[in-house]
Nanobody
Framework: QAQLVESGGGLVQAGGSLRLSCAAS????????MAWFRQAPGKEREFAAA????????YYADSVKGRFTISRDNAKNTMYLQMNSLKPEDTAVYYC??????????????????WGQGTQVTVSS
């Protein structure tokens, strides 16, 4: 069964940086749009960033634009989220997600078919 595994979360001070990784178990994800979502305690899951299957097109939530960068390396079946200038409000569990191959990236979490288990990011003030 296809799997996504996140890593790279942790505790960082405000203003610091982290890089999250999402490793896919199958080559089929090379043709799949992928995204990062996050969920803070007591809040709904929200979109953070998405990337087309080729990596040519990226999308960002306004709250992270200019601070976060999404990228992917299809040769390694891995997607990344570089997070800079972190703020306490970025504290959340971060999830990577993938659509079925050939479908376009979207902001809606319920249109993604595959999910990782999540990785905790905590930003202290």
């Amino acid at each position: 069964q296809a799997q996504l595994v996140e890593s790279g979360g942790g505790l960082v001070q405000a203003g610091g940086s982290l890089r999250l990784s999402c490793a896919a178990s199958e080559r089929t994800f090379r043709s799949a749009a992928m995204a990062w979502f996050r969920q803070a305690p007591g809040k709904e899951r929200e979109f953070a960033a998405a990337i087309s299957w080729s990596g040519a097109t990226t999308y960002y939530a306004d709250s992270v634009k200019g601070r976060f960068t999404i990228s992917r390396d299809n040769a390694k079946n891995t997607m990344y989220l570089q997070m800079n200038s972190l703020k306490p409000e970025d504290t959340a569990v971060y999830y990577c997600a993938a659509r079925r191959p050939k479908y376009s990236a979207t902001y809606d979490w319920d249109e993604y078919d595959y999910w990782g288990q999540g990785t905790q990011v905590t930003v202290s003030s």
